[in-house]
């Protein structure tokens, strides 16, 4: 039987703003465990919730990045269960009135595929703390530092029919997120989680197949992993008679396999209703169109553009706009030297080579956009040929702050443009190999086109590099072959 | 809607309320069942059109900036935390 997989996703972002999204406290990562936690993200008797502008902002964002619904009123309410990392025994979340409404977002499968996902609601939420299960004298510890962390769910419909599907979703959706400057994006740190419903159906069935809910999955690879797993394990159970049952699973990496979570004997009933401590949030169409004055232009947008305005290639486009910071230094660049095609080739080629060996990020690239189009424009205006270019190109990365002219001077990298100094330079390889200019002679046009290799080298090891190999080859060629 | 037994039994757990008895169960049966008739009289208004009231105050959300205004009080709080270690609170053993 053919079998149809069907995947839906809960991505969980957090948020990057400064405090927490009811308290003042600081959601910065990595401090002393409690250091950051508040009365009111410990849920003191007493404390109230207020909410955090910069999450509010940031959700009306995104929002306005996937095309989405802005309801003007919305609702916090509380997600109550029972957790030591809880502290207040609710979470407050949004369920029936989310701030964020349905939206769609446009994944890139190849250059050229593309298919739209539409976007279920996102809501804004409050993040749990975190439980040591290491064994402190038979106990477990609780830091309440990542309480209280705003985090903005996104949930998407049940549109994607592969694991490559979903994970060009988490990466659309990653990109939209680290472009808007929301969230830091950093799926090692856990400031994207995503939680994976899969499905499967036989092919041509309208009716959706039981699924499973695989919890809190935090790479690319690890999303299509599990997939691929969940799904083949689905298909074999249907097809030897058993039921795939609606449930919880975990993706554990080390074995390269799902598993099901301790089935509770009752299904969760988290009684959600409005909290009271919190008035609902009304958004007037002048502050989201405020908001909307300061969206950047998106990953979409801008690899649009990269193709039809700039001429590059799918590929090219998709590279270069994959990340913020990647595209802002191609157009940095670009601005300098004024030609995409070369910026597209050296910001792929050179920079990135140099980039990965040493694993710097772009961000801190020691070359910055300005040296690399400086560098770019002396090739393209005859300065130095390309040979040199990578010599200056060395020397930047490793230089502090000087600009490719002054290394082209300093190294006297110049190309030697001067036909007399080549014709000189040329005649004095002549005269100083008679016999290989003998041989050339006597060879036919097939051998000469080789043999003229060696005589290229010696006058370009005689400027030093510095002489234009296009114009040595033609003008060696003519006093060859005169005689 | 009818309230029963089973009822308040799940409901006491999901709140993690320790009923003593039997009895103490059954007394809150006939209490849920009193205040459920309640909203079964309440049922009767017509709410056709009307938005569901989340807040009585006819007010809306004020919001605060996004600026970091907490500093570290962990040793205030941990005095009166029953456990805790390296700055950690301390639980009875959670076993996921």
């Not at chain 1, 649009?304 to 486009?317: I, M, P, Q, T, V």
Request: with cysteine; aromatic share 6%; net charge negative.
């Amino acid at each position: 039987m053919q079998w149809e997989t069907v995947i839906g996703l809960e991505v969980h972002v957090q948020l990057a703003t400064q405090s927490k999204i009811f308290s003042g406290a600081s959601t910065a990562f990595g401090a002393e465990p409690n250091t950051q936690a508040c009365a009111v993200d410990l849920g003191l008797p007493g404390v109230l919730p207020v909410l955090n502008e910069g999450a509010v902002a940031m959700a009306v964002q995104f929002g306005l990045a996937i095309d989405a619904e802005i309801p003007e009123t919305s609702l916090f309410e509380r997600k109550n269960y029972f957790y030591p990392d809880l502290p207040k025994g609710y979470q407050t979340s949004q369920m029936a009135q989310p701030i964020i409404g349905k939206g769609e977002v446009e994944l890139v499968l190849d250059e050229t595929e593309r298919k739209t996902v539409r976007i279920h609601h996102a809501h804004l939420e409050e993040d749990a703390g975190k439980s040591l299960h290491e064994d402190f004298h038979g106990m477990s510890g609780i830091d309440l530092n990542r309480a209280g962390t705003p985090l903005l769910e996104i949930v998407s419909e049940p549109d994607m029919r592969s694991a490559r599907e979903a994970v060009a979703y988490i990466r659309a959706i990653h990109a939209i997120v680290t472009y808007l400057g929301i969230s830091d994006g950093n799926m090692a740190e856990g400031s994207m989680r995503c939680d994976v419903n899969v499905s499967v159906r036989p092919k041509g069935q309208e009716a959706f197949g039981t699924r499973a809910e695989i919890k809190n999955v935090n790479s690319f690879r690890f999303v299509e992993r599990a997939i691929e797993f969940e799904v083949e394990r689905q298909i074999e159970l249907i097809e030897d008679g058993g039921k795939v049952v609606q449930e919880t699973r975990l993706y554990d990496p080390d074995l390269d396999e799902t598993r099901s979570m301790r089935t509770k004997e009752e299904a969760n009933d988290y009684r959600y209703f409005p909290c009271p401590d919190l008035l609902p949030i009304m958004l007037d169409s002048a502050y989201i169109e405020h908001q909307r004055t300061t969206l950047p232009e998106l990953p979409t947008e801008k690899r649009n553009r990269f193709e039809s305005d700039l001429g590059l290639s799918a590929y090219d486009a998709g590279v270069l706009s994959a990340t913020r910071p990647t595209a802002e230094y191609f157009e940095a660049v670009l601005a300098v030297c004024g030609d995409a095609k070369q910026a597209a080739n050296w910001v792929q080629g050179e920079l990135s080579a140099h980039l990965n060996r040493e694993n710097i990020d772009i961000k801190n690239s020691p070359v910055t956009p300005e040296q690399l189009g400086g560098l770019i424009s002396r090739v393209l205006d005859d300065t130095i040929n390309g040979k040199a270019a990578k010599q200056v190109f060395a020397a930047l990365w490793n230089n502090d702050g000087q600009s490719a002219d002054e290394i082209i001077d300093a190294q006297g990298l110049k190309q030697v443009t001067d036909t007399g100094a080549i014709e000189a330079m040329i005649d004095q390889v002549i005269a100083d190999n008679p016999v290989q200019v003998a041989q050339y002679r006597e060879a036919d046009e097939a051998k000469r086109g080789k043999m003229i290799g060696f005589f290229v080298g010696q006058v370009m090891k005689a400027s030093r590099g510095t002489a234009n190999p296009q114009q040595v080859n033609g003008v060696l060629k003519q006093k060859l072959d005169e005689a | 809607m009818a309230i029963e037994h089973a009822d308040v039994l799940r409901a006491a757990h999901l709140a993690r309320l320790g009923l003593k008895d039997d009895a103490e169960a059954h007394g809150y049966v006939d209490d849920l069942t009193h205040i459920l008739e309640m909203v079964d009289r309440l049922q009767a208004v017509d709410t056709e059109g009307v938005a569901p009231l989340s807040h009585p105050l006819d007010a809306t959300q004020r919001l605060r900036p996004d600026e970091v205004t907490e500093s570290n009080q962990r040793e205030t709080f941990q005095a009166c935390a029953p456990a805790t270690t390296e700055g950690l609170y301390l639980v009875p053993r959670v076993v996921e």
